[in-house]
């Protein structure tokens, strides 16, 4: 699972033939420099235990300089770090980490991460409304990896105007099957029109904005 990096052929090296002091001097080497990957690596592993014992605290550290760099990989594995072990805990502490992880695996999600994508769901199934809201605000306030904030603005307005479209050409279809059929029967034909009127163009704003990786 380490991230690979031409630069890191000779760590990969020391790992593949356990000489995992040699490796972890190696990456450290790295990241005291600022490199963002082998930051991640060496969280990695802390998390794991390779060639020692398990450091979650070491682990979260060098996977939140990372993250904070716009890694997604490390952005990922942050949030595992952080909600992982309190997903059957209710408390504050774990509110507050929910709150914390849903930043990072949705900051991950905006560049493509296939497995943030699929965690934020899950992590939402948890959360509560107040939760989800604190985490949107601190994403749509934080420093977005390779998204300004007016293009973060263009992915929410994609959401909100498939809702609104939806509901709007729903409405007028609704209008004008009254006037054409008339009676009874255009009251019928209508509601059909209502229906197809409000579902083609919530999906179709619904694709966009999870193409995007928005929701």
Same mark, same amino acid.
């Given at each position: 699972?380490?991230?690979?990096?031409?630069?890191?052929?000779?760590?990969?090296?020391?790992?593949?033939?356990? /000489?995992?002091? *040699? #490796?972890?001097?190696? &990456?450290?080497?790295? =990241?005291?420099? !600022?490199? %963002?990957? @082998? +930051?991640?690596? $060496?969280?990695?592993?802390?998390?794991?235990?390779?060639?020692?014992?398990? /450091?979650?605290? *070491? #682990?979260?550290?060098? &996977?939140?300089?990372? =993250?904070?760099? !716009?890694? %997604?990989? @490390? +952005?990922?594995? $942050?949030?595992?770090?952080?909600?992982?072990?309190?997903?059957?805990?209710? /408390?504050?502490?774990?509110?507050?980490?929910?709150?914390?992880?849903?930043?990072?695996?949705?900051? %991950?999600?905006? +560049?493509?991460?296939?497995?943030?994508?699929?965690?934020?769901?899950?992590?939402?199934?948890?959360?509560?409304?107040?939760?989800?809201?604190?985490?949107?605000?601190?994403?749509?306030?934080?420093?977005?990896?390779?998204?300004?904030?007016?293009?973060?603005?263009?992915?929410?307005?994609?959401?909100?105007?498939?809702?609104?479209?939806?509901?709007?050409?729903?409405?007028?279809?609704?209008?004008?099957?009254?006037?054409?059929?008339?009676?009874?029967?255009?009251?019928?034909?209508?509601?059909?029109?209502?229906?197809?009127?409000?579902?083609?163009?919530?999906?179709?704003?619904?694709?966009?904005?999870?193409?995007?990786?928005?929701?």
């Amino acid at each position: 699972y380490m991230i690979k990096r031409p630069d890191f052929l000779e760590a990969q090296k020391a790992i593949k033939q356990k /000489n995992y002091s *040699e #490796a972890y001097s190696l &990456y450290k080497e790295y =990241a005291d420099r !600022g490199n %963002a990957a @082998a +930051q991640a690596n $060496l969280g990695m592993m802390h998390e794991i235990g390779v060639g020692g014992d398990r /450091n979650d605290q *070491e #682990a979260e550290k060098w &996977y939140r300089k990372a =993250a904070e760099q !716009g890694l %997604a990989e @490390a +952005q990922f594995l $942050l949030t595992q770090v952080l909600v992982g072990d309190i997903m059957m805990e209710d /408390n504050d502490k774990s509110s507050e980490l929910f709150t914390e992880g849903y930043v990072w695996v949705s900051l %991950a999600a905006f +560049q493509g991460h296939s497995e943030a994508k699929r965690a934020i769901e899950r992590l939402a199934k948890r959360m509560t409304p107040e939760q989800l809201g604190k985490a949107r605000k601190l994403i749509e306030d934080s420093v977005i990896p390779n998204m300004s904030k007016r293009e973060f603005k263009v992915l929410e307005g994609f959401r909100r105007l498939s809702i609104v479209l939806g509901i709007g050409f729903g409405l007028v279809g609704g209008f004008f099957g009254i006037i054409i059929a008339g009676g009874t029967n255009g009251l019928l034909a209508s509601s059909w029109i209502v229906v197809v009127s409000i579902t083609v163009p919530f999906v179709l704003g619904w694709g966009i904005v999870r193409t995007l990786g928005w929701i």
